[in-house]
């Protein structure tokens, strides 16, 4: 486990959603937070305070976590300096991008003479099955997405809240960096080598009570092709009883690949069934889920209700309203 409180580290991100781990972490760990770090350049803002590494330690920061997720997942050179600092100060350093703190030989050397730990939560801890595809006890809900980074964690973070808020018995099962570390374990599922990553999400997910739900944290989507891939292995390893479809509305193209469209929530309610029935032919879209963060109330209401008279299904934003009518869809 990580020691809290933390630093969270921007870097140089050049939009807010490339610093989505520390976005996670902030909305969902807020006690966790002391303040952010952000360098020259830098065009993610959490609304936390900003703090130099001399500033966070002397205010607790036990930890920097480096919250910003470019493309590729790698630690950045022009980072270096910073996180060597913060290692110095006798700061834990973690990060869940693909390259790691520990093949950075200036970043060891200073965490060896600091006595402090470097932890890559993307690295796979153990090693996992070749799925079998046999049914288990228990229900799992899977949010599968138009895009890349349009708030399936965020969907099945407010369901599991909600859920035990109720008495019914939830679980939010993590599979990606930020889901890692806001809740101290899970499997980084990206990077688990392609054979096993379906077999990784049946043990993620194993036998349960019969009334219990793992909410499966989605990754990528069925459409994106870079992406798509991850998204298959939580299809066919969750065995899902629920699918909820997630969206963000302003988006005008795939994230990172402007010459490829979006698809119709249609067709991403039509394809994800048509794959998930190959492992469990009874599962349902139960609902909706948009991410309205970049509309105003009014315009996030139109949304909603538009949406959901032409799909005829309960649509809402969980994070901004609750995911009470998509629990109430579960059944």
Not at 12 to 29: E, F, N, S
Not at 192 to 203: Q, S
Not at 232 to 255: K, N
Request: charged share 20%; hydrophobic share 45%.
């Amino acid at each position: 486990m990580l020691k809290s409180p933390y630093l969270l580290f921007l870097g140089d991100a050049q939009d807010a959603l490339t610093a989505k781990v520390a976005q996670g972490i902030k909305d969902w760990r807020p006690e966790f937070c002391v303040g952010q770090l952000r360098l020259p350049g830098c065009k993610a803002d959490l609304g936390l305070k900003d703090m130099t590494i001399a500033e966070a330690r002397a205010a607790g920061a036990e930890t920097l976590v480096v919250g910003a997720a470019n493309r590729g997942g790698v630690i950045s050179q022009s980072w270096m300096a910073s996180l060597v600092e913060a290692a110095e100060a006798g700061m834990d350093i973690a990060s869940g991008l693909h390259n790691r703190l520990t093949a950075q030989k200036p970043l060891v050397a200073a965490a060896e003479r600091a006595g402090v730990g470097l932890f890559d939560v993307r690295i796979p801890q153990e090693e996992y099955p070749i799925a079998d595809g046999k049914r288990r006890s228990g229900k799992r809900c899977l949010a599968v997405g138009t895009d890349c980074s349009v708030g399936k964690m965020y969907t099945a973070l407010a369901m599991e809240r909600d859920m035990r808020d109720r008495g019914i018995k939830a679980s939010f099962r993590a599979t990606g960096q930020t889901g890692i570390l806001i809740t101290g374990s899970g499997v980084p599922l990206d990077a688990v080598v392609a054979d096993f990553m379906a077999g990784a999400v049946e043990h993620l997910t194993p036998d349960n009570d019969a009334d219990h739900w793992d909410l499966i944290e989605g990754q990528g989507s069925l459409f994106h092709p870079s992406f798509s891939g991850v998204t298959m292995a939580l299809i066919h390893g969750g065995q899902p009883d629920a699918l909820v479809l997630c969206h963000e509305p302003t988006r005008t193209h795939m994230r990172g690949l402007p010459h490829y469209g979006l698809p119709s929530l249609e067709a991403l309610r039509d394809v994800s069934l048509d794959m998930a029935r190959i492992v469990n032919p009874d599962v349902k879209v139960i609902g909706i889920s948009v991410n309205t963060a970049a509309l105003a109330a009014g315009a996030a209401q139109t949304c909603l209700q538009e949406i959901e008279a032409r799909m005829g299904l309960p649509t809402v934003d969980p994070f901004r309203d609750g995911a009470g009518r998509l629990i109430d869809a579960l059944g």
